[in-house]
Each structure stands twice: as C-alpha cells, then as structure tokens.
C-alpha cells in the first residue's frame, strides 16, 4: 500500500508542477487565478484544442488517482467518529458498505448542487479556521488528562472555543447571504 501511495503522490504531484509551470509560461501575466479556468477557450496555438484535451484528461487521471486514497481515509475517520467501540470498519462490510453508499451519496450531492468549487472553499475557511486555530488547541486543554492545566487556562480554553464558533457563526452566515443575494440578483 505504500508503494502505491508514493507512486500515486508522486503522479499527482507531478501533474500539478507541470499544470503550474506550462500555465506560467504559457499565460504569462495573464494567468488566472485557477490555471484550468485559462484552458477554456482558443489559446491561438497550434493544436490548441488537442493541447485544452490533454490537460482536462490530465486533471481527470489526478482526481481518479487522488479521490480513493482521501475518500479511504474519509470513511475511516468518520467510522471512528460515528462508531468508536464498534469492531474495525475493515470486518464489518455492511458497515463498510452501508458508510461508503452515504459518503458517496453526500459527496454526489454536494457536487451537483454547490453552484461553485468557490462557495465550498468560503465554507471550509470559515470552518476550518476556527477549528484548528481555536477550537482545536482549546479542546486539548480542557480534556487534559495529566491535570496540569489550571482553572484559569480552563476558563480561556472556553473563551476561545467561544469566540471561534462565534466568529465562524458569522462568517458562515455571511456566506450564506451572500451565494442567497447573488442568487436573487441583488448584488452584480
């Protein structure tokens, strides 16, 4: 399983140094934030179209290639957290079936109906800030198991747990807001 690991690390690693570099040298200064987004059209090049074909066949090996190693440890993680005392999801396959069915079926749904890959990474910053930068570490101190950490780091371990679902909260419904209004028309 490492070796295969590596190799697929390795492939994918390289594709996105070559995507980066040819999008560089290519564009120039006139390159997109998101180098696929300058593949859309005529590059005025020879065999252009071919050149537009390669690299979306590329990006598409990438993802068939990176999607079971992180959906794997997806279902492993979530197993865990659904069902910590339950044996091994490896020896349960109706488990094993039944979790990856709704990953999929989560994973589907949220690929057809997120308008944007943009509004899911709003999403996933408003989150994912606040929880590893605050929540995270706060936690860690409350569930001290070495009973070293006194009342007062108790109290600002709430705090910040507090303040970061408080932050996030409101950069979550700003989002929200936001993809609505845009929806509706009323920002341009």
Excluded at 59 to 67: A, E, P, R, S, T
Excluded at 79 to 85: E, R, S, T, V
Aim: net charge negative; glycine share 6%.
């Amino acid at each position: 399983m490492k070796l295969i690991v590596r190799k697929s690390l390795m492939f994918c690693s390289s594709l996105y140094i070559a995507t980066s570099f040819f999008g560089v040298v290519l564009f120039g200064n006139h390159i997109l934030d998101d180098v696929l987004a300058n593949f859309d059209g005529d590059l005025g090049i020879p065999y252009s179209s071919l050149l537009d074909d390669l690299i979306r066949v590329s990006y598409g090996l990438h993802l068939m290639l990176v999607f079971p190693i992180v959906f794997s440890s997806l279902r492993l993680n979530v197993d865990g957290l659904l069902f910590p005392y339950a044996i091994p999801i490896a020896f349960s396959e109706k488990r094993f079936f039944s979790m990856t069915v709704a990953l999929m079926g989560f994973i589907f749904m949220g690929a057809n109906f997120i308008p944007s890959i943009w509004d899911a990474f709003q999403f996933t910053d408003a989150t994912a800030a606040a929880c590893v930068g605050s929540i995270f570490p706060a936690a860690i101190t409350l569930r001290d198991t070495n009973g070293i950490a006194t009342k007062k780091d108790r109290l600002i371990s709430w705090m910040m747990i507090f303040l970061a679902v408080s932050t996030s909260t409101v950069a979550v419904t700003s989002d929200i807001y936001g993809i609505l209004t845009v929806d509706k028309g009323v920002i341009t």
